[in-house]
């Protein structure tokens, strides 16, 4: 794929400068960061041709990337989606001297996968100004952690491209070092030299490898949530005359370091690690190492080919600085990076970088500043929330305090400016404290591990530190697979030899929509059994007071738990109405946003649609946020006069929204004209597989449906690399089958034997299944899969098993209150409908659902075979945030 060979090129590249640069000095510590470099580079190859490009094609290893650009903005974005529990900016600006009159096919071909990185600035007619205006754009966009990138030597008026690339990231360790663990232990420099050092120290499990031939250990430490790990390569002794690194530093390709690092390679365990606490700093003329790789005419304007962008001759790279600065201490990995390159007429000039961050606002005629505060691992208790904000001119006298209960004291880690009237009251889930969204207000939010503050200004919402706590991706995706597992074992007790399918998915956002309009018991009901009740941060049309219009009303007085509370002094800014509904229903629509966002590879389609009786009084307010949250646009029928056409209408729209695979959802009779507002939610899904079955070694087995019975089955063959795990606890196999583009899984818990599937059911939580398909339990390997091409359609009214869970008064016509959705006392939920199809076949996965609502450890593995020739269960899941989108049992195909 396109993306392996960017990631191999990369690879390449970083491996070829790393040598390039211990050549320069045997003994100096380096540092820097290839994903940057080579990113950047990638921008200025674009603007050359001839022997020029080729030079820099082949010195970036990138001949066998179809379309460069392109490439690298996939990668750039995929690490920056990945932000739940780091901070990582990457900024990437190619600013041109207009009067090179740059080509419209330059501009397009950068503007297409970049949009916003090329700029035309003024270098000859306004250089300070110039200068100025790129200082403020970058430090904005890395949350001030980089200003003044340009001193004033930086640029002058014979400068004609400058490009800037600037990143950082802070992280902390998914395993921390114990401060109290910390001594001062020598450091072998060499055979015959120490020094003193800080030496932290932690014994926990690690993944480790060890490669024998060159006596090195290879450790992997992991940052939070492993997104992202150090790996560490280690010679066991010190045996030339420097470092003792000269023989790896030779034997280091972009083969062996793939080989050594492979997961297959190493394993987990437990290790007594003791590791320095350090920081190193480079800072990097670029221009020798690239010549030396053979990236020579872009530096001379005799020959360079700058044609692509300009037809001005005479333009060169001048000069490339690397600066990367890297601390590694017992909470973390810290690393602030920056670079440019810039293209004189001749003269060459060097430029200054990263310094503090420092920035201020002022609104009005008063400055504030927020202090974001850590927040302890241990404090899990409500309301578990610290945020204090201070007026400059009186630090010692807050302004507001949230109550905490009983906590230890905090340090200010840092301070914003306020310029905006509303806090968000974040709420702490799954081990993370985690944030609401909306708009022209702060959204502060801190843990140990991750914090985040949106403001706004001049009515534009920017972000100041884009970290992402796990809300989106964290609390509502666990809910619906919690919902999921829930609904699975009430549906299973009377289907304990049948098939089952549903979409978690797609009934939890049917009900949703229901809430949104619910008050009272109803509402509390219905957040318990959807496990919404601890996501529930922020005030709802679900929860909240209801006004005589049916919007919720305002209590910026309360500093309860899940409330908005407005800061004193500042004036009232005027959101949408929708800001009101507050965190699950603005979290689920940017889970469906982030549902939605998906590559080439996929047909994912989610559709929501209201269908009310013409003439029925409906909130307006209700409208408008399902519509906003949801995308549920309102269509009018008549169930009074024309109960079938309207019926009908609702059935072919669901069809049409699941490519004709859902048909019928309403059979006749179970809309009825009593009926006032259908709620319908349809989910769509096709995916090929990352590996396809090949057709040709299909064949017939049999499938064991017990221990007594049996069916000839198509079953399908291939052998490749699959990620495979066997979980004693309940003798099953685990195995993730990846869709192409690997954002979608299907996970398989096959049972090793055909009578223990029930076995599996009873273990089955959202914790365990989180830990059985978790890092620590999985060892990608090679394996042979066995696995029946199948079809499966299911319809429930779920009614009963939702009054099971316990979603009782929603259903009842006299408790049920869904004022938020009409003035009338009397509506109801009548029915709930589901129905849901899959087909798995060689190709990939076919899979639709629709819900209606009518209101009225890395274990031991038995072995690389997979032989899925008795009952199982499957689901479908969106990698990126951990959504189960259909949940499934497979006794007979």
Request: hydrophobic share 40%; aromatic share 8%; proline share 4%.
């Amino acid at each position: 794929m396109a993306i392996d060979a960017l990631r191999l090129a990369n690879t390449a590249f970083a491996v070829d400068m790393f040598k390039r640069l211990c050549e320069k000095d045997k003994t100096a510590n380096i540092v820097f960061a290839p994903l940057c470099t080579s990113t950047s580079l990638a921008l200025a190859y674009k603007a050359t041709k001839g022997d020029t490009a080729t030079q820099m094609i082949k010195a970036l290893h990138l001949e066998d990337v179809k379309d460069v650009l392109f490439g690298f903005q996939t990668v750039t974005s995929d690490v920056s989606k990945l932000s739940s529990f780091f901070s990582l900016k990457m900024v990437k600006r190619l600013y041109v001297e207009k009067s090179l009159n740059p080509t419209t096919e330059f501009i397009n071909a950068t503007k297409r996968p970049f949009p916003s990185e090329l700029e035309l600035v003024d270098f000859k007619e306004k250089t300070e100004e110039t200068r100025q205006q790129i200082n403020k754009s970058v430090s904005e966009l890395t949350d001030g952690k980089m200003e003044n990138i340009l001193n004033e030597e930086s640029i002058n008026d014979q400068t004609k491209i400058l490009l800037v690339n600037t990143a950082y990231f802070v992280t902390n360790w998914m395993k921390q070092f114990p401060e109290a663990q910390i001594k001062e232990c020598p450091f072998k420099i060499n055979k015959t030299e120490t020094k003193p050092v800080q030496m932290m120290n932690l014994e926990a499990t690690f993944c480790l490898g060890y490669v024998k031939e060159l006596k090195i250990a290879i450790l992997e430490l992991p940052c939070l949530n492993k997104h992202m790990s150090m790996l560490i390569l280690l010679p066991k002794e010190i045996e030339d005359d420097t470092t003792g690194l000269e023989q790896l530093e030779q034997a280091l390709t972009p083969e062996t370091l793939v080989q050594w690092t492979n997961p297959s390679v190493m394993a987990n365990t437990k290790v007594n690690v003791f590791l320095p606490k350090f920081k190193v700093e480079g800072d990097y003329d670029l221009k020798p190492v690239l010549e030396s790789l053979g990236m020579t005419d872009i530096f001379n304007k005799n020959v360079a080919d700058f044609s692509e962008m300009s037809e001005t001759k005479g333009v060169v790279l001048s000069q490339i600085i690397h600066r990367v600065s890297l601390e590694v201490n017992a909470e973390g990995a810290e690393l602030r990076e920056d670079w440019a390159w810039t293209v004189f007429d001749g003269k060459s000039h060097k430029k200054r970088f990263w310094q503090a961050e420092s920035y201020r606002s002022q609104h009005g005629d008063r400055e504030a500043e927020a202090c974001l505060c850590p927040f302890p691992a241990t404090a899990a208790i409500s309301p578990h929330k610290v945020y204090t904000h201070f007026p400059r001119s009186s630090p010692n006298n807050p302004l507001m305090t949230f109550p905490t209960n009983s906590f230890p004291s905090f340090t200010c880690l840092q301070t914003y400016p306020i310029a905006a009237a509303k806090i968000v009251i974040a709420q702490r889930v799954g081990g993370t404290l985690c944030r609401g969204s909306g708009r022209d207000f702060y959204i502060l939010a801190a843990t140990e591990s991750c914090s985040e503050l949106t403001y706004s200004a001049d009515k534009k919402t920017r972000s100041r530190q884009e970290a992402h706590c796990d809300f989106t991706m964290g609390s509502i995706s666990q809910a619906i697979t919690e919902m999921g597992l829930d609904l699975y074992n009430e549906l299973n007790k009377n289907a304990a030899n049948k098939n089952i399918f549903f979409s978690p998915m797609s009934i939890s956002t049917g009900l949703v929509m229901v809430l949104l309009g619910s008050r009272g018991n109803t509402a509390t009901e219905m957040q318990e059994v959807l496990h919404l009740n601890r996501a529930a941060g922020s005030a709802n049309l679900g929860t909240g007071p209801v006004s005589e219009s049916g919007t919720t009303k305002a209590e910026p007085e309360s500093l309860n738990e899940g409330q908005y509370h407005q800061l004193p002094h500042f004036p009232k800014p005027s959101p949408s109405r929708c800001d009101l509904v507050g965190g699950i229903h603005t979290e689920f629509q940017t889970l469906l946003s982030q549902l939605k966002n998906l590559n080439k590879s996929y047909v994912l389609s989610l559709a929501n649609s209201l269908f009310a009786q013409k003439g029925y009084n409906l909130h307006q307010q209700y409208l408008e946020c399902t519509k906003e949250l949801y995308g549920a646009m309102l269509q009018t029928v008549d169930f009074k006069s024309a109960t079938e056409a309207a019926r009908q209408t609702i059935n072919s729209w669901v069809e049409s929204k699941t490519q004709g695979k859902i048909r019928e959802l309403f059979v006749p009779g179970v809309i009825d004209p009593t009926a006032v507002l259908v709620l319908v939610n349809a989910i769509y899904f096709k995916a090929t597989w990352e590996y396809k079955f090949e057709e040709k070694l299909t064949m017939p087995r049999d499938f064991r449906i017990n221990q007594n019975e049996s069916k000839s089955v198509q079953m399908m063959y291939q052998k490749d690399r699959f990620k495979i795990a066997h979980i004693q606890e309940i003798d099953a196999q685990i195995l993730t089958i990846p869709y192409a583009g690997k954002s979608l899984n299907m996970i398989i818990l096959l049972p090793d034997d055909t009578t223990g599937l029930e076995q599996v059911e009873r273990a089955m939580t959202y914790e365990k299944l989180t830990h059985w398909t978790s890092l620590e339990s999985m060892r990608e390997r090679e394996v042979e899969v066995y696995l029946p091409r199948f079809k499966l359609e299911d319809k429930f009214e779920l009614n009963l098993p939702l009054q099971e869970m316990g979603m009782i008064d929603v259903f009842k016509e006299s408790k049920a209150d869904l004022s938020g959705m009409a003035p009338s006392q009397k509506l109801f939920l009548s029915k709930v409908v589901h129905k849901a199809y899959v087909e798995v076949n060689e190709e990939g996965t076919l899979a639709a659902a629709a819900t209606g609502s009518v209101v009225v450890n890395r274990s031991h593995l038995s072995g690389d075979l997979f032989m899925a020739d008795h009952p199982f269960l499957f689901f479908i899941q969106h990698n990126p945030t951990n959504t189960i989108l259909f949940l499934g049992k497979l006794c007979s195909p």
